[in-house]
Every structure is written in C-alpha cells, then in structure tokens.
C-alpha cells in the first residue's frame, strides 16, 4: 500500500504563487511516476503535471511556462510550484503515485483546494 499527504493548497489572488507538496509513504517502487491532477467544478479530472522517477517532465498545456513539478526522492515528496495563477487554476488539486505492480490508475491522495481569487 502506498500513502499520499497532500499540502500547501489555499486561496490566493490572481498572479500569486502557490506550493504544493505531496509526501509518499509504503511500500514505495524505485521506477515509479508521479503527478498532479487537478479537476474543477463540473469537469473531469485533468491531468496537470507528471514527473518519472527519471525526471522526465509532462505538463499541460494549460500550465506549461507556469508550473512546475519537482521531486525530492530523499524525502519521497513531489512538488507543484505554481506560478502566475489565474482563475481558471481554482480547482481541487490530487497528488498520484503509479508503480510497477500498483493499482492501474495509481494511488490518490484526498485533494487540496486552490482558490485563486480575481
């Protein structure tokens, strides 16, 4: 089993930054991939940002220039600095962890909310 604790969600007005932190926790793969979703009121859960356990990066469009993800293997925590927020950001933002051997669709943390005020 694999544990996510997701942080650093908030409000935050229109071109300010934000933080996000998700620590791991179990029985942890060294090939692994992980990433942040974000899914808003009324939309489906999209894909925000991605980092391998090798370090290769993939980002959506709508945030590339923006945000970036990070990872610290030492600490087995993935970040999300997001820079330059718009409203269209606000949404509840899921940290996922797939491994070799995992569930199909990885394993998800609760959420944490980003509200980006105009």
């Known amino acids: 089993q694999v544990q996510l604790v997701e942080s650093g969600g908030g409000l935050v007005q229109v071109g300010g930054s934000l933080r996000l932190s998700c620590a791991v926790s179990?029985?942890?793969?060294?090939?692994?991939?992980m990433g942040w979703y974000r899914q808003a009121p009324g939309k489906q859960r999209e894909l925000v940002a991605a980092i391998t356990s090798g370090s290769i990066t993939n980002y959506a469009d709508s945030v590339k220039g923006r945000f970036a993800i990070s990872r610290d293997n030492a600490k087995n925590t993935v970040y999300l600095q997001m820079n330059s927020l718009k409203p269209e950001d606000t949404a509840v933002y899921y940290c996922n962890y797939q491994g070799r051997n995992g569930p199909v669709n990885g394993y998800w943390g609760q959420g944490t909310q980003v509200t980006v005020s105009s």
């Open positions: 179990g029985s942890i793969f060294s090939i692994n991939v």
